[in-house]
């Protein structure tokens, strides 16, 4: 498996080299709405030099799908789908390619009062010179209360799983964080509270840890002379 980073680490060097080359001879990426909900994306790029004597090629493709369509009034529904490859070929080095894949799905809810949204999306990482394949899950939902008139309430919950499969698996953690915040303005008073938990496993090492954190947020502008400054207090604690 080192000998394969080793390997990807020098070809991303040769990338960097060609980076100006694919920005000037790249061909211009390809749209295409086929319908009022779905639209397409395309971008394949392919580049041929030669340095100190040794060829190189890369071709780079890129495809997407998007998808979005209004379910109920105020409520919407967005899918996605993406695709990249990258193929490295090297006289000096073992050929290299690198094959993602990342479909999303979405609910959003936009309410006159309030935003409510989830996601999720799994992203697929596969190389040829490092065996298996690396996935990483995600779950979020996210509430935003909208009315002026009351304090601004946030709330949000992210799940995250990365693990590798096909593989021995080396690689294989949980995450889940819960995030809140508070935001109000009293006067030219400026106050946040902010609350953070954050639990993590390594299923792996078999060690877990868990988190707390707080946060105080105070700003007031201070008027002088010919100038406005901005006085800011603040106070964590975990």
């Keep these: 498996m080192l000998t394969g980073l080793k390997g990807w680490s020098r070809a991303l060097g040769v990338l960097v080299g060609v980076a100006p080359a694919l920005a000037v001879f ?6 295409a709405v086929l319908s009022d909900n779905l639209q397409g994306f395309a971008d ?3 580049v041929q030099s030669e340095v100190d004597g040794d060829q190189r090629n890369s071709l780079a493709q890129q495809y997407t799908a998007n998808w979005s369509k209004k379910v109920v009034p105020y409520v919407t529904a967005r899918a ?3 695709y990249s490859r990258l193929d490295l070929k090297n006289e000096a080095l073992p050929d290299i390619s690198r094959e993602e894949t990342q479909p999303s799905g979405e609910l959003f809810w936009m309410h006159p009062q309030f935003s409510l949204s989830s996601t999720a999306r799994r992203r697929t990482v596969k190389a040829n010179l490092v065996s298996g394949r690396q996935v990483a899950d995600n779950v979020a939902l996210t509430f935003t209360s909208r009315d002026l008139r009351y304090p601004r309430l946030l709330l949000r919950y992210d799940w995250d799983h990365i693990f590798e499969v096909d593989s021995r698996r080396d690689r294989d953690t949980k995450d889940q964080r819960i995030q809140s915040r508070l935001d109000h303005t009293m006067r030219s008073h400026d106050l ?6 954050r639990h ?7 060690v877990t840890s868990t988190e707390n954190s707080h946060l105080f947020l105070w700003k007031v502008p201070v ?3 010919h100038r406005k400054l901005t006085l800011t ?6």
């Excluded at 946040?192 to 938990?197: E, G, L, V």
């Design 223 to 225: 008027y002088r002379p």
């Design 80 to 82: 996605s789908f993406r």
């Design 233 to 238: 207090s603040s106070y964590r604690f975990t």
């Design 44 to 46: 394949i790029t392919t």
């Design 26 to 31: 790249g061909p211009r990426p390809a749209r």
């Design 192 to 197: 946040a509270y902010s609350y953070t938990w």
């Design 200 to 206: 993590a496993d390594n299923i792996v090492s078999g």
